[in-house]
């Protein structure tokens, strides 16, 4: 169950930011938005856009990293016996602060 929660959050993460990210009038907000949507669902992608510039998507590299972390939170909450949904909000939501840290180093060139 974490593993398709952090799958389908991601790709919706990734879809929603690339929309936003690939609009010819997104700045400001909407660009903080997008890139932080963007590099919450790949976080991959993120540390090749912090690095390179720009916008990547190495999609099967992000899915690789989310089915781990599905495995790994699925793993943590059993031994911590928590509900696998609860540990898998919590890596949603370290992704998000990720995400939200690396947009702040990357500026959208149109």
Excluded: K, N
């Amino acid at each position: 169950m974490a593993t398709g929660l952090l799958l389908g959050m991601g790709a919706a993460f990734m879809g929603v930011g690339l929309f936003l990210t690939g609009r010819p009038d997104c700045a400001g907000v909407c660009e903080t938005a997008g890139l932080t949507l963007l590099y919450a669902g790949g976080p991959v992608s993120a540390l090749f856009g912090v690095l390179f510039g720009g916008v990547f998507v190495a999609w099967p590299l992000e899915v690789t990293l989310w089915v781990v972390l599905g495995f790994v939170s699925a793993g943590v909450a059993d031994r911590r016996r928590i509900p696998a949904s609860g540990a898998a909000l919590v890596v949603v939501a370290a992704a998000l602060i990720y995400g939200l840290v690396l947009s702040q180093f990357v500026e959208i060139g149109l």
